[in-house]
Structures are given as structure tokens and as C-alpha cells.
């Protein structure tokens, strides 16, 4: 029987996607398919914080606490999201 505050899992949590290569900091020694998963990962992410955001429901240090967990090519798709959803374009 569950509680009344019991909210169960996080609905859209995604479990971290690491390997030996995730601990050098050279991102090249990961296979590009590996790279390529991580980036859609971060960009997960984002979308998820965006979501909350948008609805109010994100916490202020929701953002920092992300961020800080994020490295390599996850980060990278992270911030990809976020510029996107800014509209920040590259020359």
C-alpha cells in the first residue's frame, strides 16, 4: 500500500550512461555512438528542465545541481538544448 506522499519514481528520470572511457577526460576515446547517445541524454535533460521551468515548478538551484553533474559529451547536449531554446545561433 503506498502513502498519500509517496510520489513514486521520476516520471522521464534517465539513468546515467557510463563506461571506463566516461573517466578520461579525452571525450575521443569514447566510440562515436557512445558520444552520440550521451549528447541525446543531455538534451533530455534540458527538455525536461525546460519543462519544469516553463511550468513554474522548476527550483532555483535546480539548474546549478543539473549542471553539475553533467561532463563531456552529456554537458555538451545539455547546453545544445539550452542555446537552442534561447535561440542562440553560432556564426
Same mark, same amino acid.
Given at each position: 500500500m503506498r502513502r498519500a506522499n509517496d510520489e513514486g519514481p521520476t516520471v522521464g528520470a534517465v539513468a546515467p550512461l557510463k563506461s571506463a572511457a566516461d573517466? &578520461? /577526460?579525452?571525450?575521443?576515446?569514447? /566510440?562515436? &555512438?557512445?558520444?552520440? =547517445?550521451?549528447? *541525446?541524454?543531455?538534451?533530455?535533460?534540458?527538455?525536461?528542465?525546460?519543462?519544469? =521551468?516553463?511550468?513554474?515548478?522548476?527550483? /532555483?538551484?535546480?539548474?546549478?545541481? *543539473?549542471? &553539475?553533474?553533467l561532463y563531456g559529451a552529456m554537458l555538451r547536449g545539455f547546453c545544445r538544448a539550452i542555446e537552442k531554446a534561447l535561440g542562440v545561433h553560432h556564426a
Open positions: 573517466e &578520461s /577526460p579525452d571525450f575521443r576515446a569514447v /566510440p562515436h &555512438s557512445g558520444q552520440a =547517445l550521451r549528447v *541525446i541524454e543531455g538534451e533530455c535533460k534540458a527538455a525536461q528542465y525546460l519543462a519544469r =521551468l516553463q511550468a513554474q515548478q522548476a527550483d /532555483p538551484d535546480e539548474l546549478a545541481v *543539473i549542471v &553539475s553533474m
